[in-house]
């Protein structure tokens, strides 16, 4: 367990420094600078600005610099959306609105993804389940854009003025209906769809004929023996799907103007603004992989058959 | 002879008594001669072989849901690829006059009554600021001052608004007294003129945007970009796959194992952050190559697919290839058990060989439903990137840009988002649901 630990920890660190690294060197390949979407400075003032961030030295020595302030917990500052201030104030400003919005959002998938697909697997090749697969189907099939802007004209324009079209967070629980909704519209149809096939595995096992010889009700039968079970799959997918719903879907924050990591991360690539698309990338990558680790340490405590040093498929 | 044979059996003997099975069936011994040419003849072609292929297919026909999305596959391919031959617009052409149309319009002299009736109707006669002028001046006697002439402009200006709400709330009022209907297909003014005289005139279908471009050859331009986007994507994964992951099977032991870190490193990189980033930095790239002196095969080949699709593919080629090599690794590693492998290997058939004759076709099955399930999910990807604009850039429309395009007027245009988002949903659905059903038709021990 602990050998296992350490080599996953180990692997992660690993990644995050080659993401870093690609970061780095991808954003310096980019032709243009920072300073070009603004009037053209003189010679001299770009000169002096590329001195005073460190952009006229050889590109390995602005990575070496760049990662060793990294490890003193320096991401550097902005040099053009927020000019310069701090990178991290602006990720940990952002964050926790992003991970408000993809925590409910991430909740209702969950509650009410899995309960939907032990249900379609229970009543496997009646309506309930065709009408259900034709939904999940349906779900996956369709872009998170295209769910949150069908919602804003069905709810939030035209007749129905229920919910503000842009988010607001003093409005309280009106304006996170529609973002939450649109966010966790696809794990919820991805989750039900998982949870039926992995049912459907576990219903056919001997322990649950066992279940029902011994005359346990169905409710038992379906949470406590196969549900536990059928649960794992699930887990795995669940993993890197929190993180990266906490760390917000970037079309939806994009669609409802939510000030959210996610859309921040949009606009600093679209504005080049090479230490805060840095900043970003390096911190949402970190809570993916860290994300995944953990999930990969709790399913495999939930299971103990899953062998833990054997990297199996 | 059989009779001196005939052994006494035991009342209770669970071994069958050939003998009396023999005389039950009124056989003889004759009847176990070997057979005659014509009879095998005819006994190998009373079971014409069935291939592996069509095996497959004869159960895919019997999925009704598989094959609907397939017909569905095959008309968006028609209308992608035939459909812009067809309609005289292009993409990237303003149709003056034609602006913002919706898609239907209202027949022409049904428009003619309508002006008549608000003309005779709005008795407020459109104010000119001259005359308004000049009039004041003529009471006042003397030359007005700026002030003055500021308060008439204002009064000119609010009044033509108020006259002008007053008669776009009027229209839709009249069009329901007058009992004035929609017709399909939108038409301009100047278009429905020239109908009228008899020429012939291409509806707008689904109406045009902003600029005039029609949103129909837009939209076939958006699919083929997003199809070719899906198979080209789901070629470069099946290829990387393919060769990546039987090559690590197949060898084994360290280069196993070395290859397999790859594998899970790339597996834990967040790829929609990295794929974001890659097709950010490479367009830029790309696009100044395609715009330096020197030459060549690659450059042309760069500049004819277009800076754009080429970074997408590459960004989509360098992590989504993972869950291919992932499969077709495990199949390998099943597959090289096998005897007929082992035969090959004694028969000096060398390492590449055992993999491109023998192990990938066994694996075949997979293979083709994990390439067809990649399809829709680079679709997704393509458009999921133009919506953020850092996909497919203008003028060459994609089916997630034209949705973002038409946020700014969603709510009265709001045909302008259906039709992409509708296209775009069910051109994935229909490779998901046809998917789906090759997986259960090539490998029906997986189908749930």
Same mark, same amino acid.
């Given at each position: 367990?602990?050998?296992?630990?350490?080599?996953?920890?180990?692997?992660?660190?690993? @990644?995050?420094?080659?993401? @870093?690294?690609?970061?780095?060197?991808?954003?310096?390949?980019?032709?243009?600078?920072?300073?070009?979407?603004?009037?053209?400075?003189?010679?001299?003032?770009?000169?002096?600005?590329?001195?005073?961030?460190?952009?006229?030295?050889?590109?390995?020595?602005?990575?070496?610099?760049?990662?060793?302030?990294?490890?003193?917990?320096?991401?550097?500052?902005?040099?053009?959306?927020?000019?310069?201030?701090?990178?991290?104030?602006?990720?940990?400003?952002? =964050?926790?609105?992003?991970?408000?919005?993809?925590?409910?959002?991430?909740?209702?998938?969950?509650?009410? /993804?899995?309960?939907? /697909?032990?249900?379609?697997?229970?009543?496997?090749?009646?309506?309930?389940?065709?009408?259900?697969?034709?939904?999940?189907?349906?779900?996956?099939?369709?872009?998170?854009?295209?769910?949150?802007?069908?919602?804003?004209?069905?709810?939030?324009?035209?007749?129905?003025?229920?919910?503000? @079209?842009? =988010?607001?967070?003093?409005?309280?629980?009106?304006?996170?209906?529609?973002?939450?909704?649109?966010?966790?519209?696809?794990?919820?149809?991805?989750?039900?769809?998982?949870?039926?096939?992995?049912?459907?595995?576990?219903?056919?096992?001997?322990?649950?004929?066992?279940?029902?010889?011994?005359?346990?009700?169905?409710?038992?039968?379906?949470?406590?023996?196969?549900?536990?079970?059928?649960?794992?799959?699930?887990?795995?997918?669940?993993?890197?799907?929190?993180?990266?719903?906490?760390?917000?879907?970037?079309?939806?924050?994009?669609?409802?103007?939510?000030?959210?990591?996610?859309?921040?991360?949009?606009?600093?690539?679209?504005?080049?603004?090479?230490?805060?698309?840095?900043?970003? @990338?390096?911190?949402?990558?970190?809570?993916?992989?860290?994300?995944?680790?953990?999930?990969?340490?709790?399913?495999?405590?939930?299971?103990?058959?899953?062998?833990?040093?054997?990297?199996?498929? | 002879?059989?009779?001196?044979?005939?052994?006494?059996?035991?009342?209770?003997?669970?071994? &069958?008594?050939?003998?009396?099975?023999?005389?039950?069936?009124?056989?003889?011994?004759?009847?176990?001669? &070997?057979?005659?040419?014509?009879?095998?003849?005819?006994?190998?072609?009373?079971?014409?072989?069935?291939?592996? $292929? *069509?095996?497959?297919?004869?159960?895919?026909?019997?999925?009704?849901?598989?094959?609907?999305?397939?017909?569905?596959? +095959?008309?968006?391919?028609?209308?992608?690829?035939?459909?812009?031959?067809?309609?005289?617009?292009?993409?990237?052409?303003?149709?003056?006059?034609?602006? !913002?149309?919706?898609?239907?319009?209202?027949?022409? #002299?049904?428009?003619?009554?309508?002006?008549?009736? +608000?003309?005779?109707?709005?008795?407020?006669?459109?104010?000119?600021?001259?005359?308004?002028?000049?009039?004041?001046?003529?009471?006042?006697?003397?030359?007005?001052?700026?002030?003055?002439?500021?308060?008439?402009?204002?009064?000119?200006?609010?009044?033509?608004?108020?006259?002008?709400?007053?008669?776009?709330?009027? #229209?839709?009022?009249?069009?329901?007294?007058?009992?004035? *209907?929609?017709?399909?297909?939108?038409?301009?003014?100047?278009?429905?003129?020239?109908?009228?005289?008899?020429?012939?005139?291409?509806?707008?279908?689904?109406?045009?945007?902003?600029?005039?471009?029609?949103?129909?050859?837009?939209?076939?331009?958006?699919?083929?970009?997003?199809?070719?986007?899906?198979?080209?994507?789901?070629?470069?994964?099946?290829?990387?796959?393919?060769?990546?992951?039987?090559?690590?099977?197949?060898?084994?032991?360290?280069?196993?194992?070395?290859?397999?870190?790859?594998?899970?490193?790339?597996?834990?990189?967040?790829?929609?952050?990295?794929?974001?980033?890659?097709?950010?930095?490479? *367009?830029?790239?790309?696009?100044?190559?395609? !715009?330096?002196?020197?030459?060549?095969?690659?450059?042309?080949?760069?500049?004819?697919?277009?800076? !754009?699709?080429?970074?997408?593919?590459?960004?989509?080629?360098?992590?989504? $290839?993972?869950?291919?090599?992932?499969? %077709?690794?495990?199949?390998?590693?099943?597959?090289?058990?096998?005897?007929?492998?082992?035969?090959?290997?004694?028969?000096?058939?060398?390492?590449?060989?055992?993999?491109?004759?023998?192990?990938?076709?066994?694996?075949?099955?997979?293979?083709?439903?994990?390439?067809?399930?990649? %399809?829709?999910?680079?679709?997704?990807?393509?458009?999921?990137?133009?919506?953020?604009?850092?996909?497919?850039?203008?003028?060459?429309?994609?089916?997630?840009?034209?949705?973002?395009?038409?946020?700014?007027?969603?709510?009265?245009?709001?045909?302008?988002?259906?039709?992409?988002?509708?296209?775009?949903?069910?051109? %994935?659905?229909?490779?998901?649901?046809?998917?789906?059903?090759?997986?259960?038709?090539?490998?029906? *021990?997986?189908?749930?």
């Amino acid at each position: 367990m602990g050998k296992y630990f350490a080599k996953r920890l180990g692997m992660a660190v690993v @990644t995050i420094f080659l993401v @870093t690294c690609v970061t780095f060197l991808l954003m310096n390949a980019v032709p243009g600078s920072p300073w070009l979407s603004e009037k053209t400075p003189s010679e001299a003032t770009l000169a002096a600005l590329n001195a005073k961030y460190g952009l006229d030295k050889p590109v390995i020595v602005q990575l070496f610099m760049y990662l060793k302030n990294l490890l003193h917990g320096d991401f550097g500052v902005s040099l053009k959306m927020q000019r310069n201030r701090e990178v991290l104030s602006i990720i940990l400003e952002m =964050f926790p609105v992003s991970a408000k919005v993809g925590a409910i959002a991430l909740c209702w998938a969950v509650l009410v /993804g899995v309960p939907l /697909g032990c249900l379609a697997a229970f009543k496997r090749g009646k309506l309930t389940d065709s009408i259900l697969r034709v939904v999940c189907t349906l779900g996956i099939s369709m872009p998170s854009f295209v769910v949150a802007s069908v919602l804003l004209v069905v709810f939030a324009g035209g007749a129905l003025k229920l919910f503000p @079209t842009i =988010f607001d967070a003093s409005q309280g629980w009106r304006s996170y209906v529609l973002p939450c909704f649109s966010l966790g519209f696809y794990p919820m149809c991805y989750t039900a769809r998982q949870t039926r096939s992995a049912m459907l595995d576990s219903l056919n096992q001997e322990y649950i004929k066992t279940a029902r010889a011994k005359g346990l009700k169905n409710g038992k039968i379906i949470f406590k023996h196969a549900l536990r079970n059928a649960l794992i799959p699930v887990i795995t997918y669940l993993g890197p799907q929190v993180a990266f719903t906490l760390c917000g879907g970037f079309v939806v924050e994009s669609v409802f103007s939510i000030p959210g990591l996610g859309r921040y991360f949009v606009q600093s690539i679209q504005n080049r603004d090479y230490p805060v698309i840095m900043g970003t @990338t390096i911190f949402l990558a970190t809570f993916i992989i860290l994300m995944n680790v953990v999930v990969d340490i709790l399913y495999k405590v939930a299971d103990p058959r899953i062998s833990l040093t054997k990297g199996g498929d | 002879m059989a009779d001196n044979k005939k052994i006494k059996r035991c009342p209770v003997s669970l071994q &069958p008594d050939i003998e009396a099975l023999l005389a039950e069936g009124g056989l003889s011994d004759a009847d176990f001669a &070997p057979a005659t040419k014509q009879e095998q003849e005819d006994f190998i072609q009373e079971r014409a072989s069935v291939s592996y $292929w *069509k095996d497959a297919w004869r159960r895919l026909r019997k999925n009704v849901v598989a094959m609907v999305a397939l017909g569905v596959i +095959i008309f968006l391919i028609l209308f992608a690829f035939v459909g812009p031959l067809l309609v005289p617009y292009g993409y990237d052409q303003f149709n003056k006059g034609a602006e !913002n149309l919706h898609p239907f319009h209202y027949a022409l #002299e049904d428009q003619v009554r309508l002006e008549e009736e +608000i003309a005779a109707r709005t008795e407020t006669e459109v104010l000119d600021e001259e005359t308004l002028m000049a009039q004041a001046e003529a009471e006042k006697g003397e030359p007005l001052t700026s002030v003055e002439k500021a308060i008439i402009r204002a009064q000119v200006k609010a009044s033509s608004q108020s006259s002008q709400s007053a008669e776009t709330v009027d #229209e839709n009022a009249l069009r329901k007294e007058l009992g004035i *209907k929609k017709k399909l297909f939108g038409y301009s003014r100047a278009e429905l003129e020239q109908k009228a005289a008899g020429e012939s005139v291409f509806p707008h279908v689904f109406g045009t945007d902003m600029y005039g471009r029609d949103i129909l050859v837009r939209v076939m331009y958006g699919a083929r970009v997003s199809m070719a986007v899906g198979f080209f994507a789901a070629l470069l994964v099946l290829v990387i796959g393919a060769i990546y992951g039987s090559v690590s099977g197949y060898c084994g032991g360290r280069v196993d194992a070395v290859m397999q870190r790859i594998v899970e490193l790339i597996y834990s990189v967040p790829e929609m952050l990295v794929v974001l980033l890659i097709a950010t930095a490479l *367009k830029p790239i790309l696009t100044e190559y395609v !715009n330096s002196g020197s030459g060549g095969p690659l450059k042309s080949f760069v500049t004819i697919l277009g800076p !754009n699709l080429i970074s997408m593919f590459i960004a989509f080629g360098m992590l989504y $290839w993972v869950t291919m090599s992932r499969i %077709i690794r495990g199949q390998v590693l099943q597959l090289k058990q096998q005897e007929y492998v082992t035969a090959a290997k004694a028969l000096g058939a060398s390492g590449g060989r055992i993999i491109r004759r023998h192990l990938l076709p066994n694996c075949i099955g997979q293979i083709v439903v994990t390439t067809c399930l990649q %399809i829709p999910s680079a679709i997704f990807l393509e458009s999921f990137l133009s919506y953020l604009g850092v996909g497919v850039s203008a003028p060459l429309p994609s089916l997630g840009s034209m949705a973002t395009d038409a946020l700014s007027g969603m709510y009265t245009y709001t045909y302008r988002l259906i039709v992409p988002s509708v296209v775009l949903s069910v051109m %994935i659905l229909s490779f998901n649901l046809f998917g789906d059903g090759l997986r259960d038709a090539l490998d029906p *021990k997986l189908k749930k």
